[in-house]
């Protein structure tokens, strides 16, 4: 048999080019050794009653960015896997996980990528020299395997790209290669009890061999992203068989290395309190934790037949639909003019509850007017201009009262159940429609 390396792709003979994906010279030949049949044996039962009983224990990671992404530490045995993009930092991640585990764990790291030489400088740079640290720079996984024995707790592989299993054949970070030691390591894992975490490399066209191969075989696969010109990094949980999906940890990348961001909202809207038009502020939530974050809008008049329409952090089309929704029902022209979109901080929101502080950014952008800065915007925005309920709004609530905001523009439908004594300070108005948002605040100004 033969396996396009970049898809996965099957054929019998060799091929010049995947039918399938279209990558030229791709084809390697995967040994198809047919396994030896296991003697049957008897089936253990479990009755979950009795398991009810015992808790699993965590180990945590003491990095508690780290710690809320994986829901309070690592499992005994559990496989994660981290994912991203090279330079995002992963590398810098882990080499502080594995000092602080070290400090009451034996910790090995495999790094397969850089030399000995490279690592202590990076440790020097961020500083850290703990007793129960262990490096290796090997790449053959079998000369691996024996030292998951040596009673450490946590093994960090660094990363599936570069390490291999000599009896495949296909280079490193093949398809095969890929799947085929994540599948030998996390069996290892699993037998052994020690924390395995694995580094996986994604690229920005989707994924070469990379981590899609592995995510059904670990119990845990996290992101880390962050845009270019950034230096937030945020590590977002995809997949967690012993957490919530779903969670996020935020941190930003210093010169001394990853320092977590424990009050996010707090970076996320600026700081320096000029009012002007186009700015707005949003409460948006990633996991369970609300999240302030401040939308500004630019709309300037276009070149004939050239308008440009552009968006940082925020999804295009959605933009896109809530600029028709601007121009249909509330009456802004802006059909000849240039629409800019920025999300401060550089972080991108899916949180479609930050429709109307985006709608108030760009209709204060372009009818000039100032959306008060000590107010916040929330709830998403239908295509006839309805506003939707939004979910969690108590936490959202709390969120922008704890910062200090004195106004909040709410859904109708989320208000009305609503106890104002709740959020005592924090005055809160609920609306049908963004219309009646924008008209309630030109009355203001
Ligand atoms: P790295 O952890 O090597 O990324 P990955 O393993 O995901 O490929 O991080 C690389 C980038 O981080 C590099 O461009 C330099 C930057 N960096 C800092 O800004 N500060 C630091 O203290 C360190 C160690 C790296
Ligand atoms: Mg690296």
Redesign the pocket.
């Known amino acids: 048999m033969f396996a396009c390396t970049n898809c996965g792709y099957k054929t019998l003979k060799w091929l010049g080019k995947c039918p399938q994906c279209g990558f030229w010279e791709s084809f390697i030949e995967e040994d198809a050794k047919p396994r030896k049949a296991a003697k049957t044996k008897d089936v253990t039962l479990v009755n979950i009653k009795e398991l009810a009983q015992t808790t699993e224990k965590r180990l945590p990671t003491g990095i508690n960015e780290f710690d809320r992404v994986l829901g309070g530490g690592l499992v005994k045995g559990e496989v994660v896997l981290i994912g991203?993009?090279?330079?995002?930092?992963?590398?810098?991640?882990?080499?502080e996980t594995a000092a602080k585990l070290a400090q009451e764990n034996k910790v090995l790291y495999v790094s397969a990528?850089?030399s000995i030489n490279q690592i202590n400088l990076?440790a020097k740079?961020?500083g850290i020299c703990p007793d129960n640290l262990f490096i290796v720079t090997e790449d053959n996984i079998e000369d691996i395997l024996p030292l998951f024995d040596k009673d450490f707790s946590v093994v960090i592989i660094?990363?599936i790209q570069v390490v291999r299993l000599n009896y495949l054949s296909g280079s490193a970070g093949s398809l095969v290669q890929v799947r085929e030691t994540t599948g030998v390591l996390t069996e290892k894992a699993k037998k052994t009890g020690v924390c395995l975490i694995i580094?996986g490399?994604v690229t920005k066209e989707g994924v070469i061999s990379g981590p899609k191969v592995m995510e059904h075989i670990v119990d845990c696969v996290v992101y880390?992203e962050g845009e270019k010109n950034s230096?937030f990094r945020i590590l977002r949980a995809m997949k967690n068989r012993f957490g919530s999906v779903g969670e996020i940890g935020v941190f930003e990348?210093?010169?001394?290395?990853?320092e977590q961001v424990e009050n996010p909202s707090s970076i996320f809207i600026s700081q320096d309190n000029q009012i002007m038009p186009g700015r707005s502020t949003a409460c948006i939530l990633e996991g369970m934790r609300p999240m302030l974050v401040e939308i500004q809008a630019l709309v300037t008049k276009g070149n004939f037949g050239m308008i440009r329409r552009k968006t940082s952090g925020f999804d295009f089309n959605r933009f896109s639909l809530l600029v028709a929704m601007l121009e249909k029902r509330l009456g802004l022209h802006l059909a000849t003019q240039d629409v800019f979109v920025n999300i401060t901080g550089g972080i991108r929101i899916d949180d479609p509850t930050a429709d109307l502080a985006l709608v108030a950014a760009v209709a204060s952008s372009a009818q000039d007017f100032v959306v008060p800065a000590d107010s916040i915007f929330i709830g998403e925005v239908g295509l006839s201009g309805e506003l939707r309920i939004a979910y969690n709004i108590t936490q959202r609530l709390m969120e922008a009262k704890r910062l200090g905001f004195k106004q909040a523009f709410i859904p109708e439908i989320n208000h009305k159940k609503l106890n104002p004594k709740d959020f005592f300070g924090l005055n809160i108005l609920g609306f049908n429609n963004a219309k009646e948002v924008i008209e309630k605040i030109k009355m203001k100004t």
């Open positions: 991203g993009e090279p330079g995002v930092g992963k590398s810098t991640l882990l080499l990528e850089e990076r740079r961020l660094d990363s580094v490399h880390f230096n990348m210093t010169q001394k290395g990853l």
